[in-house]
């Protein structure tokens, strides 16, 4: 079975100020991983997917996050965060053998001070 | 369009009341989900269509009917609800590839009254 651990609930930080949102899986097959966002009151955006390849995955908005299978780890980066990045962030993942489930971990929540 | 539209926003029903929820896409997706998200927590899988056949149902209550139309088209109806029931639901597609992600709604928030 598949699994999806984000190891902080609440992660405050200033604006301007580096931010990382860690996130480890658990899987005895190949997945694939995800990044979303979600603003209030809004649905889930896709903001970053590994699916093979290169380890480090960019966003069009200066997040990044990087594959690390040994550790097991996505972790989402941004070197300088805005006031508007302020939202719920969400790591997935999902089996690239077959199926059609995505297990979500329980979600980050971002919050930039001024 | 790279849209997924829910309609309506927002919803409050009576428990003996019979209501659903609309999701349309038109991105050409085969795939369409059903999510419940209650506050603070992550989406839960409800079902899944495929090719407009339930793929999947995560042993919800009768009391959630899902019906795919068409392959543009998800609606969920709702009869008998309880309070517990009361949560953001969301609808999202995607093409077959499990690769590519979801495309999500921005919901419906319904309040069982």
């Known amino acids: 079975a598949q699994s999806v651990t984000q190891l902080d609930s609440q992660v405050p930080v200033f604006e301007e100020a580096p931010v990382e949102l860690r996130c480890n899986y658990s899987s005895s097959v190949s997945v694939y991983l995800f990044w979303y966002v979600q603003y209030p009151n809004q649905g889930l955006q896709l903001l970053l997917k590994y699916l093979s390849g290169s380890t480090l995955v960019e966003s069009i908005n200066g997040f990044e996050a990087e594959f690390n299978k040994s550790q097991t780890s996505f972790h989402l980066r941004k070197p300088s965060v805005h006031i508007s990045d302020t939202a719920e962030y969400f790591c997935?993942?999902?089996?690239?053998?077959?199926?059609?489930?995505?297990?979500f971990g329980a979600g980050t929540r971002l919050f930039v001070k001024a | 369009d790279t849209e997924v539209t829910q309609t309506p926003k927002h919803l409050v029903m009576g428990m003996t009341n019979k209501k659903s929820l609309k999701c349309e896409q038109h991105?050409?997706?085969?795939?369409m989900y059903w999510y419940k998200q209650k506050a603070k927590k992550p989406p839960e899988l409800m079902f899944v269509y495929s090719y407009e056949k339930l793929s999947i149902n995560e042993s919800v209550p009768s009391r959630f009917s899902p019906e795919c139309p068409n392959s543009s088209l998800l609606n969920l109806h709702l009869h008998a609800l309880q309070p517990e029931d009361s949560a953001l639901y969301l609808c999202a597609s995607s093409p077959p590839d499990r690769g590519y992600g979801y495309t999500f709604g921005s919901g419906t928030r319904l309040t069982v009254v």
């Open positions: 997935a993942v999902s089996l690239n053998t077959g199926g059609f489930k995505t297990i």
């Open positions: 991105m050409g997706h085969r795939a």
